[in-house]
């Protein structure tokens, strides 16, 4: 019998010797004592086979050697994750369309109505009154000598009346008239047509006996004569004429008192 069962042996006898006098100092406690004594004599008999006991050896378990962490530790690096990117859908340009109203057809070019002839043609007349340059207002009225012919037809008869408005050119001296003129056509049914055009007035120098035309032969403005009235000048020449002889007459005239 070794230490360790002489130990249980003696902790089971000593737990029942306390059981036991807390057994005796409680109220009816020898009588309960006594029965059971009673009780287990009565069924000793019945016991058949012997009570065995095993005893194991206590095996204490042993807690596990602490772990050596190791003596350096280790930098640990943490990788941030890349934030998963949304593809980015292409921006789309948005494409309007406009519908063109539909161009408007060109309009057919206008023929001439009836006959006509083109532009800077030379009308010839004569002056048939005379033109004032003192009045501004002078109109100017002149008949076509010969007539306009274009593409074969007449467009402007002789005998045809022309009127405009004369205008002073100082410059020159001459009558000058540019604008509106307006012909009275000289028709075979006397309709009295009136044509209305813009132009100016050129001089005409002609040598019918030599068919031959002078230098000033389509100048700008009407030549005439040219009237000269007294000006400033030739006034004062009178004036001074007239005192000098009247002084002279005076000097002429007068005595003294030698005589």
Known sequence: MNKRTFM?????VGLCG?????AL???GGQEKIARRERELEDGMGKVTEPMTSSIRNFNPVLSPAPRRLPSRREAVGLEEKPEPQVARKPAVASLTIFVGDPAPAKD???EPKGDY???????KCQLVNTVDSSNITTPIIGLVTDDLWWNGKIIIRSNSEVHGVANVDRTRERIASQGVFTFVLN?????????????????MEKDDSLDSYGITDGSAGLRGDVIR???SELVKLYAASLISG???AFSSGANGLLG
């Open 187 to 203: 028709e075979l049914d006397g309709s009295g047509r009136e044509l209305v055009l813009h132009g100016m007035v050129l001089d």
């Open 25 to 27: 100092l409680r109220k």
């Open 246 to 248: 009247i002084a002279g």
């Open 229 to 231: 009235t007294a000006n």
């Open 18 to 22: 306390v059981v036991l006098g807390f």
């Open 8 to 12: 249980i042996a003696a902790v089971v």
């Open 108 to 110: 057919p070019q206008r």
């Open 117 to 123: 002839a083109p532009a800077f043609r030379l009308v």
